[in-house]
């Protein structure tokens, strides 16, 4: 079975500061990996999304992951935090059979202090 | 383009009244669709989802079901609702074929009391 494991489940940077959420997962087949975010009160939306082209995927926002299969890892970087990037975000991934539903991580809270 | 919409945006409901939750998505067809529950502090869980009508697919023993009537409407319904079921349900669809994005709907705000 496909998990998800968000390290983290708070994280706290400065405005201008580097954004890093960590994003490891697990899959025995190639994966399609995801991330969404979610402000307060509303649906997910999608940041960006990984699905074997190119290892370094841009999103919107400023935001990008970076695939690394060696390290079964999918981390979101930002180089400079804005405040409104303040919002809860979910790396999920998603599976080949069965459900062909995503899986989602436990999710992680980034507070942007001014 | 295309949209869902998915309502009532907010409920509140006394412990053992019936529910329904209704979700629509516009401007695609025969697209999987998706019931997830997000509880206070935690991640998301998916509950149902469908690849087409009349087919659900129950992922978590519980108090629910779903149903879909028409190609592009998912209902989630309760006959009695229990105080662990509160929580915020999101509605998503997707196109086939596999990974491809999953798009979610605005979500309801469900507190049973």
């Known amino acids: 079975a496909q998990s998800v494991t968000q390290l983290g489940s708070h994280v706290s940077v400065s405005e201008g500061a580097l954004v890093l959420l960590r994003c490891n997962y697990s899959s025995s087949v190639p994966p399609y990996l995801f991330w969404y975010v979610q402000y307060p009160n509303q649906g997910l939306q999608l940041l960006l999304k990984?699905?074997?082209?190119?290892?370094l995927v841009k999103g919107i926002n400023g935001f990008e992951a970076e695939f690394k299969k060696s390290e079964t890892s999918f981390h979101l970087t930002k180089p400079s935090a804005h405040m409104s990037d303040a919002a809860e975000y979910f790396c999920a991934v998603s599976e080949y059979t069965g459900r062909r539903a995503l899986t989602f991580g436990s999710g992680t809270r980034l507070q942007v202090q001014p | 383009s295309q949209t869902i919409h998915q309502w009532p945006a907010t409920l509140v409901q006394p412990v053992g009244s019936p529910l329904s939750l209704e979700c629509t998505v516009e401007g695609t067809s025969n697209p999987n669709l998706y019931w997830y529950r997000q509880a206070a502090g935690r991640g998301l869980q998916l509950l149902f989802y469908s690849v087409g009508i009349g087919q659900i697919s129950s992922e978590v023993p519980q108090n629910l079901s779903a149903s879909r009537p028409q190609d592009r409407q998912f209902i989630l319904s309760s006959k009695k609702l229990l105080l662990s079921d509160s929580g915020f349900y999101l509605c998503?669809?997707?196109?086939?074929?596999?990974?491809?994005?999953?798009?979610f709907g605005e979500g309801s705000w469900l507190t049973v009391v």
């Open positions: 998503a669809w997707s196109v086939p074929p596999l990974g491809n994005t999953i798009y």
């Open positions: 990984y699905t074997s082209a190119a290892t």
